[in-house]
């Protein structure tokens, strides 16, 4: 009998180690390692304050459409955009710093607004996600607005569904040791939009 008792504390302390373990928050997960690698290679898009991008643009509504080159410039938060070639009606600029944005279009008078996407609608008919589409094109999501997103095997955007958009990244080039996007496909219920990046320049807005 005194050496069960003698035991019992023992036991007690036991007990007491187990219930502290069951307790414990358990540790935390630590990232994949695609978000590992989709983490450092959005922080050096991200970085990328200057560059130029060339290409074609398809915009598709039912039976309706345009198709358009494009050549976007982006000087920090600068962005100077020029379509050559919807509806045949030559060169429409569209330029701005984020407080004011201008629309020029040969033998017309400019136009001023603080929406790129509203005067770009007024234009054209078509409301395009301008704001968004400067960071869409890099393959990384617009800063302070929620999304989801889906990464491929190397850690980069696959898929991202932001701001009522369905964004596909079809394809990716390494320019200067960058991955950056060259084939993606936006998608609303009644609006589909794809662009073809034909020329990347990073660092060189200009």
Not at 75 to 86: A, C, N, T, Y
Not at 156 to 162: C, S, V
Request: proline fraction near 6%; glycine fraction near 12%.
């Amino acid at each position: 009998m005194n050496a069960v008792l003698s035991r019992f504390p023992l036991l007690l302390a036991l007990a007491g180690g187990l219930l502290v373990a069951g307790c414990a928050t358990p540790p935390s997960l630590s990232p994949t390692a695609g978000e590992v690698r989709w983490q450092a290679h959005r922080a050096r898009v991200e970085a990328l304050a200057a560059w130029q991008a060339r290409g074609r643009v398809g915009v598709q509504a039912g039976d309706e459409g345009w198709q358009a080159a494009f050549d976007w410039r982006q000087q920090g938060g600068r962005f100077d955009i020029r379509l050559s070639g919807p509806f045949g009606r030559g060169v429409l600029r569209l330029s701005g710093d984020g407080e004011v944005v201008v629309l020029e279009r040969g033998g017309q008078p400019p136009r001023l607004a603080t929406s790129a996407e509203r005067l770009l609608e007024e234009e054209t008919g078509w409301r395009l996600p301008v704001s968004g589409l400067g960071y869409w094109l890099r393959g990384v999501p617009r800063p302070g607005s929620r999304e989801q997103h889906r990464l491929d095997a190397r850690g980069r955007l696959a898929e991202l569904e932001q701001d009522g958009w369905r964004i596909r990244f079809r394809r990716y080039r390494s320019v200067d040791g960058l991955e950056l996007p060259d084939r993606l496909t936006l998608v609303q219920p009644d609006l589909r939009v794809k662009l073809v990046v034909q020329a990347w320049r990073p660092e060189d807005g200009a």
